[in-house]
């Protein structure tokens, strides 16, 4: 059985099966869920400290902040640009 990964950008991964949603963060209620996940200790930040282009929102409850847009990180999920490995 193999987990499916998807690169959010500068090296990291998430796990494909737990993602529920990628979004963009601009809109007030993507805003309080950032918020309230920081305030709960489950936001993960992965932006390298550029500017948030995409959320992604787990089924464990952890959000995700990515710097690539939304678009290319359903991109990856579903064509060629995965990774794939054994475990």
């Known amino acids: 059985m193999g987990i499916k ?7 990291n991964m998430v796990s494909a ?12 209620p ?10 709960s200790g489950k936001l993960i930040d992965a932006t ?13 409850d952890h959000v995700i902040l990515s710097s690539v847009q939304p678009e290319t990180v359903a991109h990856r999920l579903y ?6 490995e054994e475990g």
Do not use: C, F
Request: charged share 30%.
């Open 17 to 28: 099966s737990r993602i529920i949603s990628i979004v963009s963060p601009d809109s007030a």
């Open 5 to 11: 990964l998807i690169n959010i950008g500068y090296g």
């Open 30 to 39: 993507i805003k309080r869920i950032v918020q309230e996940a920081r305030e």
């Open 48 to 60: 390298h400290g550029r500017r948030t282009r995409a959320v992604i929102i787990m089924d464990s």
């Open 79 to 84: 064509g060629r640009d995965d990774l794939s």
